[in-house]
Nanobody
Framework: QVQLVESGGGLVQAGGSLRLSCAAS????????MGWFRQASGKEREFVAA????????YYEDSVKGRFTISRDNAKITVYLQMNSLKPEDTAVYYC?????????????????WGQGTQVTVSS
């Protein structure tokens, strides 16, 4: 059973930081791109960031550029999302996803495996 386990969510004040982690259960995931998406209450799931299989290319949604950084450690089969300068509008459930391709994508339709999500709440 493929598993993606997110951690690191929580409650933080505006301007603060959090680091999300997503640990994968299979080493084959080191050959695949990984991404982060988020879904706020009452809204559709939206792209946040993605990273190619070897970390050589990264992708960001415009509103998080310069504030969020995606990275991966293939030895640990883990992808991270460092979130700085958090804003109340970043409040959402954040999901980790795997795309069975070397390159990332901005579309959630292109991802094949999903984690259960972790809640991030930013207070004003």
């Amino acid at each position: 059973q493929v598993q993606l386990v997110e951690s690191g969510g929580g409650l933080v004040q505006a301007g603060g930081s959090l680091r999300l982690s997503c640990a994968a259960s299979e080493r084959t995931f080191t050959r695949y791109a990984m991404g982060w998406f988020r879904q706020a209450s009452g809204k559709e799931r939206e792209f946040v960031a993605a990273i190619s299989y070897n970390g050589g290319r990264t992708y960001y949604e415009d509103s998080v550029k310069g504030r969020f950084t995606i990275s991966r450690d293939n030895a640990k089969i883990t992808v991270y999302l460092q979130m700085n300068s958090l804003k109340p509008e970043d409040t959402a459930v954040y999901y980790c996803a795997v795309r069975r391709d070397y390159s990332g994508s901005y579309s959630y339709h292109d991802y094949d495996y999903w984690g259960q999500g972790t809640q991030v709440t930013v207070s004003s």
